[in-house]
């Protein structure tokens, strides 16, 4: 009797230590933020997700380009994000000039030279790192509109037409500048607009006053992200869906499926035919009526 | 043509009131006509530089134009002179309430466990380690080995299930051969029988010696007894009603749950014999 206690004891305690253990690996493996730095898809601290959600709440639609500006351009009107490219080919920045030329808009820049500006701005400024610091609003553009001061690190340098919008006037973090029919802002710094920091200072309103009031389009194809066709191209969740349906289905036909057993004896030979037994009769009969006679 | 006239007005009476050397807070629009100014006028260029305010908020207009000349400077002032919407909502109040998402801070175990869990999930080795060697060496994406380890998981579930069920059938059959008559002796099964109604088991004893019967009928040649054989098969090898009766009894009480009858032994002795002489 005590040692059927013992046992039972041991038995909960080994259930909730796996249990416990079970637990641990799936909070070990849900899912984290993550993402590519600046990416409007990255929920890690150097992503945007959280700017384009913002934007999206300010009123300002918003949407994910995954096919290069060199094969499709973004829609007349937009304001388009290109912060922290991992990699710009010549034929994509090009690609991007003409459109910004012919009245777009560009708001670009990220902790890095961004040379492939020279495809855009005939004398583009020059990018200088800087040790972050507050920054504060030298004059009253769209750009700044309700945005006095902000956070981050990088310079620019050899302003040439550019306009300083966010100071200091020698190292600005933010300028504007023309080109052709269009308009480019340029950020020293994506930080102020990264989840890990959008939510200090006036660094949402730097992101909803850098759209202009246009609707806005990420450029993902810089951080790696291109069209996903066929099983990848769904949604997550879809995909998951899809997955349990496979399961379920198998598990339905394994559940009506035939179960095949051992072969089963034959029956018993079924008995004569009556027509045999008739037969029979018949003949016995004629048999005792020829001995009666 | 009328808004010209109204900002080079405006830009007078700011030259008028406001000296060029002295900082000074202007409006928005004011700020701006002052601007579109500039590119033609060096006073209204001096004045603008002179603003250190507008509507409240401090600026450095000087510093923004500092350095620019020719084209360089009317493209700035060109900028500056530009419309500006005014700020519309509260930004920073969007931004946290998005960031308090928890797609921003991945999840958190909740309950009371939360600190035994946790315990043990520090000394956990890290899982992601071999995760990440089997993305290395599968084609295709992180799903493919979410795929490849269910199925893992489903093989080893059946191999289990297999294997348990396995056992069970194997313990039952034991089970069976255990409780089966160790004997295949109609007189034996008949003798046990006997026994099993004087000790009251009338169930028992009906089992007994309808299997005795049934072995009879296999040593005749009527049928070919097993144990899985059917009544009705047997009803169809010998076309008796003696045995039609006894099956109907022996399935009443065997798979009915009907109470045996006294009367049942004896119809059971009775015609039996009958049966097997027939």
């Known amino acids: ?293 | 043509m009328t808004r010209r006239a109204a900002a080079l007005l405006a830009v007078a009476l700011l030259l008028v009131v406001a000296p060029a050397a002295r900082a000074a807070d202007v409006t928005a629009a004011d700020f701006r006509a002052l601007a579109a100014a500039a590119v033609d006028d060096p006073a209204a260029l001096a004045q603008l530089r002179g603003v250190d305010a507008v509507d409240g908020v401090r600026v450095d207009v000087d510093g923004a134009l500092r350095g620019a000349r020719g084209d360089a400077l009317d493209a700035r002032l060109r900028a500056l002179a530009a419309p500006a919407p005014p700020p519309s909502g509260d930004p920073r109040a969007d931004a946290r309430a998005v960031l308090a998402e928890d797609r921003f801070h991945g999840s958190k175990l909740p309950g009371p466990f939360k600190g035994v869990i946790g315990w043990i999930g520090d000394r956990l080795p890290d899982v992601k380690v071999p995760l990440d060697w089997l993305d290395d060496l599968l084609p295709g994406g992180r799903s493919v080995v979410w795929v490849v380890l269910g199925a893992l998981v489903l093989g080893a579930a059946w191999l289990v299930a297999r294997r348990t069920l396995t056992t069970r059938v194997r313990h039952a059959e034991a089970q069976a051969r255990a409780a089966a008559p160790a004997s295949l002796d109609p007189r034996e099964l008949e003798r046990r029988a006997d026994a099993a109604e004087l000790a009251g088991d009338l169930e028992a004893a009906l089992r007994l010696r309808f299997r005795a019967g049934l072995l009879r009928l296999d040593a005749r040649g009527a049928i070919e007894f097993r144990p899985s054989i059917s009544t009705t098969e047997v009803r169809r090898a010998v076309h008796s009603e003696d045995f039609d009766a006894l099956a109907a009894t022996f399935d009443d009480v065997v798979y009915g749950g009907r109470e045996p009858a006294a009367d049942d032994l004896d119809a059971a002795r009775e015609r039996w014999p009958r049966v097997v002489r027939r």
Do not use: C
């Open chain 1, 1 to 293: 009797m005590k040692d059927g206690r013992v046992r039972g004891t041991l038995a909960i305690a080994a259930g909730l230590v796996a249990f416990a253990v079970v637990l641990a690996i799936v909070d070990r493996l849900t899912p984290e933020p993550k993402g590519p730095p600046s990416s409007s898809y990255a929920t890690a601290p150097a992503g945007l997700a959280a700017y384009a959600s913002v934007l999206q709440r300010s009123g300002i639609p918003v949407r994910r380009l995954r096919t290069p500006v060199a094969k499709r351009a973004p829609r007349a009107g937009e304001t388009l994000i290109v912060l922290d490219p991992d990699v710009l080919e010549p034929k994509e920045a090009q690609a991007i000039g003409a459109w910004v030329r012919a009245g777009g808009r560009l708001v670009a820049g990220g902790a890095e030279d961004a040379s492939w500006l020279d495809a855009v701005l005939d004398a583009p400024p020059a990018w200088r790192p800087a040790d972050a610091a507050a920054r504060g609003t030298l004059v009253p553009v769209t750009e700044t509109a309700g945005v006095r001061a902000v956070r981050a690190g990088g310079s620019w340098k050899d302003l040439g037409a550019a306009l300083p919008a966010i100071g200091p006037p020698r190292a600005p973090f933010l300028v504007t500048a023309e080109a052709g029919r269009g308009s480019v802002a340029l950020v020293a710094d994506a930080t102020p607009l990264q989840n890990r920091a959008l939510a200090r200072g006036d660094n949402a309103a730097l992101g909803v006053a850098l759209a202009a009031g246009r609707p806005v389009a990420f450029l993902e194809t810089v951080h790696g992200y291109g069209v996903a066709r066929g099983f990848g191209g769904l949604p997550a969740h879809v995909r998951w869906t899809l997955l349990g349906l496979a399961l379920t289905a198998l598990v339905a036909i394994w559940a009506v499926g035939r179960r095949f057993g051992p072969p089963e004896d034959p029956d018993t030979d079924p008995p004569p035919p009556r027509v045999a037994y008739v037969d029979a009769l018949a003949a016995a009969l004629a048999r005792a009526k020829e001995e009666a006679r």
